[in-house]
């Protein structure tokens, strides 16, 4: 299972962005969806999660500035981040994870994560 992410830039402070990822694939179920960011010099670390029943888990970094939401239908996770701040400027990176289909009797689980989008915050 691929994951494509989109929707990076370059964002003064306060402003907004929406990142969205799509799960491509022989998808059988996805659990948990969610977003990590990685700053220059520092870990990657959770932005937010959402898993299969709705459930949000958010950094206290960013709660009550972004909000993560999913289509079960389109196997899609979108962040919209409200207020950015320069200390939001990272890589930020989708996570998905679930089972997929090998074959017609077969699942495997898999977590995979998206190829990074960049955000950069700054006057």
């Known amino acids: 299972v691929q994951l494509q992410a989109s929707g990076g830039g370059l964002v003064q402070p306060g402003g907004s962005l929406r990142l969205s990822c799509k799960a491509i694939?022989?998808?059988?179920?996805?659990?948990?969806m969610g977003w990590y960011r990685q700053a220059p010099g520092k870990q990657r670390e959770l932005v937010a999660t959402?898993?299969?029943?709705?459930?949000?888990n958010y950094a206290d970094s960013v709660k009550a500035r972004f909000t993560i939401t999913r289509d079960n239908a389109k196997h899609t996770v979108d962040l919209q981040m409200n207020n950015l701040k320069l200390d939001d400027t990272a890589v930020y990176y989708c996570?998905?994870?679930?089972?997929?289909?090998?074959?017609?009797?077969?699942?495997?689980?898999?977590?995979?994560w998206g190829q990074g989008t960049l955000v950069t915050v700054s006057s």
């Open positions: 996570n998905a994870d679930g089972k997929e289909m090998i074959t017609e009797r077969r699942r495997a689980d898999f977590r995979s």
């Open positions: 694939g022989n998808i059988w179920s996805l659990n948990n």
């Open positions: 959402v898993n299969s029943g709705g459930s949000t």
